[in-house]
């Protein structure tokens, strides 16, 4: 089992930035990434953005691609979302969940367990 904590939400402007962090203790490296989900008021959850832990591959939702920037540390068991060009759409709670392994589904949050707590991340326009 692995227990996440996100953290870096808060209120910005549109076309502002932010980056969000995940940090992860347990047995990260048995599974096969972290992805980053959100949900918006009225909405259901949502694909954001996932990162393999060995090689670092990643996929974007297409809302999202060229905007957000998913990394991670595997030294520090942490997972990054940088959010630039900020939108009013992207105003929800954001959530880390793990990845269990190789999937040809990653925006299906079936495929992930181990869920955080979320961060709220308000969007102003």
């Known amino acids: 089992q692995v227990q996440l904590v996100e953290s870096g939400g808060g209120l910005v402007q549109a076309g502002g930035s932010l980056r969000l962090s995940c940090a992860a203790s347990?047995?990260?490296?048995?599974?096969?990434?972290m992805g980053w989900f959100r949900q918006a008021p009225g909405k259901e959850r949502e694909f954001v953005a996932v990162?393999?832990?060995?090689?670092?591959?990643?996929y974007y939702a297409d809302s999202v691609k060229g905007r957000f920037t998913i990394s991670r540390d595997y030294a520090k068991n942490t997972v990054y979302l940088q959010m630039n060009s900020l939108k009013r759409e992207d105003t929800a709670v954001y959530y880390c969940?793990?990845?269990?392994?190789?999937?040809?589904?990653?925006?299906?949050?079936?495929?992930?367990?181990?869920w955080g707590q979320g961060t709220q991340v308000t969007v102003s326009s």
């Open positions: 990162i393999s832990w060995s090689g670092g591959a990643t």
């Open positions: 969940a793990v990845l269990r392994g190789y999937s040809d589904h990653p925006w299906d949050d079936h495929e992930y367990d181990d």
């Open positions: 347990g047995r990260t490296f048995s599974s096969y990434g």
